[in-house]
């Protein structure tokens, strides 16, 4: 089928904007009872090409024919710290195009680089990332607020001229969404309110996950050769409150990757459906290293609530082998939650390092300053669990 031109695709935007201002009419979507669907007035040419002068800039023509073909400013006039000033659009909507800059915090920031060639790319690692050493905003447009320090923003140049990329202000890790351009990534935020998806009270993070049912990530993943891609696809099941059998056991096999960071999300997110799959893995886990045994036991905190005690044997046999501050405080806590007091496995630890010669003491100081009616509820909480 022959893609639409990007004059068609706004025509399919308005009949599906009608559609989920009709559907979401209690505005359960995120701060949809902020803008209520109202749309501003659209942008002229020359306007258009006024701003292209004034920064030196050649808008993406997808942007540029939402702004001029469908709605370029806020439906009302700005308000002191009110959120109606915005065009509706995921998030809290997207900036009027004669504010873009002015509701900006790293106003300067954006101003000064914007016609600089944009460096970001999609599937950017942490270290990639971090070699780039960027200290500015090269090549991107702002769009709107996500809240905090998160922002949408807009490729202007280069390869994915055109894209939405989501950005920390505090120079996080960017994150591109997965769309090929802004308009098909707001054509899906309205395909998600007619289905009901963004209407759903635990849903939020619109543009975070891959679109698509089980059998069609599944597929993705089976056809992907990168394990950092397949990465990416795997975080999309995090958006199904449950998930099928078949599709577990579909993801089994990515627990043989030799990638690390797959092994472990591919851990974490069968955990989170059938933890009690993952026991055996988890246990391997913490003898492996430090950083694998402190996954494990996030993973234990989180999903072993009702089979705890399991853990007690285990982890106190690896206690005294560990020589990370962090590893401790993740097993004491699971051992806290146990009700086992820990005091004479943890003494010998105390020359171990310079950490724990301040932290080993002053957890004895707080476990055995518990008074007798904490330790009986100790006594009774690690009873019920053994019981249950």
């Keep these: 089928m022959n893609k639409l031109s990007y004059s068609q695709q706004i025509q399919v935007i308005k009949e599906k904007f009608v559609l989920a201002k009709a559907i979401d009419t209690e505005y359960k979507v995120f701060d949809s009872s902020a803008h209520k669907y109202r749309l501003g007035a659209v942008v002229s040419e020359e306007e258009v090409l006024e701003f292209e002068e004034k920064y030196a800039i050649s808008l993406p023509q ?10 370029g400013f806020s439906a009302v006039k700005p308000k002191r710290n009110k959120r109606d000033e915005y065009i509706p659009a995921p998030d809290y909507g997207l900036f009027s195009f004669e504010r873009i800059f002015n509701k900006s915090s790293s106003r300067e920031e954006f101003i000064s680089s914007v016609k600089e060639p944009c460096t970001i790319y999609p599937y950017i690692s942490h270290k990639e990332w971090k070699d780039l050493d960027i200290e500015g905003f090269d090549g991107l447009l702002p769009l709107g607020e996500q809240g905090c320090t998160y922002i949408s923003a807009l490729v202007l140049n280069g390869k994915y001229k055109g894209r939405v990329v989501y950005l920390d202000l505090d120079y996080a890790k960017p994150f591109f969404t997965y769309e090929d351009n802004f308009l098909d990534w707001y054509e899906r935020w309205l395909d998600e309110i007619i289905d009901k998806t963004l209407l759903q009270k635990e849903f939020y993070g619109f543009g975070n996950f891959m679109k698509g049912d089980e059998k069609s990530l599944l597929k993705k ?14 975080s999309s099941f995090w958006k199904f409150k449950n998930l099928d059998d078949s599709t577990i056991k579909a993801l089994l096999p990515l627990l043989s990757s030799s990638d690390n960071s797959l092994y472990l999300d591919t851990v974490r997110l069968i955990s989170h459906h059938k933890y009690n799959l993952m026991k055996e893995e988890l246990e391997k886990m913490i003898q492996i290293n430090e950083a694998f045994c402190q996954e494990a036991c996030n993973n234990i905190l989180l999903y072993a609530k009702n089979d705890i005690c399991y853990w007690e044997e285990i982890l106190i046999r690896q206690l005294k082998m560990i020589k990370q501050r962090n590893t401790f405080n993740k097993m004491t806590l699971i051992l806290d939650e146990i009700g086992y007091d820990y005091s004479k496995d943890i003494k010998p630890l105390q020359n171990k390092n310079k950490d724990f010669k301040t932290l080993v003491p002053y957890t004895l100081k707080r476990v055995e300053g518990k008074n007798l009616f904490v330790k009986i509820g100790y006594f009774y909480k690690k009873l019920w669990r053994k019981i249950w």
Excluded: H, M, N, P
Excluded at 62 to 71: A, L, N, P
Excluded at 221 to 234: A, D, P
């Design 62 to 71: 997808c942007y540029r024919t939402f702004i001029t073909e469908f709605s």
């Design 221 to 234: 993943l089976e056809r992907e050769k990168s394990t950092r891609i397949q990465g990416f696809i795997l």
